[in-house]
C-alpha cells in the first residue's frame, strides 16, 4: 500500500488492485469511498502457473473482459490461471482489515539483537476490533538518490555475475525514467513503481557505440531483460536492489540484482 500524494491510499491485498480516498490526522487513519485505480503500463507477462500465486496484469484484463457478456471471448486456458485458496483467502482477511472502521497508527518496537544497533521499529495500522496489520517499507526514498550498477542475474535458486557489471550504470529518476549504461550504450526506460512491484518498458538505447566482445553480450542480454516488460517483485534501498518475476512460483522465477555504485 501506498499513501499518495492526492489524498488516497493505493495498493493491492495481495493482487486485486484497490484505491481509497484516506484522511491523515495526527495517528488517526480514515479510509473513504472507493475511486478508479490507476491503470497500470500494459506488460508481457511469462506464462502464468496452472494455479497463479498472483495473476500478471494481462491476465487481470483477460478475467475481466471474461465477465463482460457472453459473446465476449473467453481467455485461452493457458494465459488465465486461478488464484491459489491461500491467497483468496489472504485477500479476504486484508479487505477487511481495512473496512472495519477508523485505523489508529501505532509502532512495534523491534528486540534488540545481541552486539547489534539500537532496535528500531515499524509502523503498525490497528482497527476498532483490535486486528494489527504490521508494515514494513518496500521502497527506500534512497532508491532515487543513488547510482546502481546491474552486478547479478538470479535464475531461479542460483544466482551469476554479469561480467561486465563496472560498465552498467542505473539511475531511477522521480519523475518515472530510468537512465544509465548497459556495458556499452547509453539507455532510457519508463519505470513504474507500485507497492511491491515494478516494471520496465520503453526500453531504448541512446547511443550506438560497440565496445568489447563481452560488453556487447551482456548488453544484449540485459536489453532483451528490460524489453520483456515483466512484472518485477522488488525491495531495496540505497544498498541494493532484488527484482524477482512474479510468476506465481519461485522455482520458475529469474531476477536481477543491483549494487550501489556511489562509492566507486
Not at 89 to 110: N, P
Amino acid at each position: 500500500m501506498e499513501f499518495r500524494d492526492d489524498g488516497t491510499v493505493a495498493g493491492d491485498y495481495g493482487c486485486t488492485s484497490f484505491r481509497m480516498k484516506a484522511e491523515l490526522e495526527a495517528t488517526k487513519l480514515t479510509l473513504g469511498e472507493d475511486v478508479p485505480v490507476l491503470p497500470a503500463p500494459s506488460a508481457t507477462p511469462a506464462p502464468p502457473e496452472k494455479i497463479a500465486s498472483c495473476p500478471t496484469p494481462q491476465m487481470q484484463q483477460n478475467d475481466i473482459a471474461s465477465s463482460t457478456g457472453p459473446d465476449v471471448q473467453k481467455p485461452k486456458a493457458e494465459d488465465l490461471g486461478p488464484r491459489s485458496p491461500e491467497l483468496k483467502d489472504f485477500e479476504a482477511k486484508v479487505k477487511k482489515f481495512f473496512h472495519r472502521g477508523q485505523l489508529k497508527i501505532t509502532e512495534k518496537k523491534l528486540k534488540q539483537q545481541a552486539g547489534g544497533p539500537p532496535p528500531g521499529s515499524l509502523p503498525q495500522l490497528r482497527n476498532e476490533h483490535g486486528d494489527v496489520a504490521t508494515l514494513t517499507i518496500v521502497r527506500s526514498p534512497d532508491i532515487f538518490d543513488t547510482k546502481f550498477r546491474l552486478d547479478g542475474w538470479e535464475v531461479y535458486d542460483s544466482s551469476d555475475n554479469v561480467k561486465s557489471a563496472k560498465d552498467t550504470s542505473f539511475e531511477f529518476h522521480r519523475d518515472g525514467t530510468v537512465t544509465g549504461k548497459l556495458g556499452c550504450n547509453d539507455f532510457t526506460a519508463k519505470v513504474f513503481f507500485n507497492g511491491s512491484h515494478v516494471f520496465f518498458h520503453d526500453t531504448q538505447l541512446t547511443t550506438h557505440r560497440t565496445c568489447a566482445a563481452q560488453n556487447m553480450e551482456d548488453e544484449a542480454a540485459i536489453l532483451r531483460a528490460l524489453k520483456r516488460s515483466l512484472n518485477y517483485r522488488y525491495a531495496g534501498g540505497s544498498e541494493r536492489i532484488h527484482m524477482r518475476d512474479d510468476v506465481g512460483s519461485e522455482y520458475r522465477a529469474t531476477g536481477l540484482s543491483f549494487e550501489s555504485a556511489t562509492d566507486q
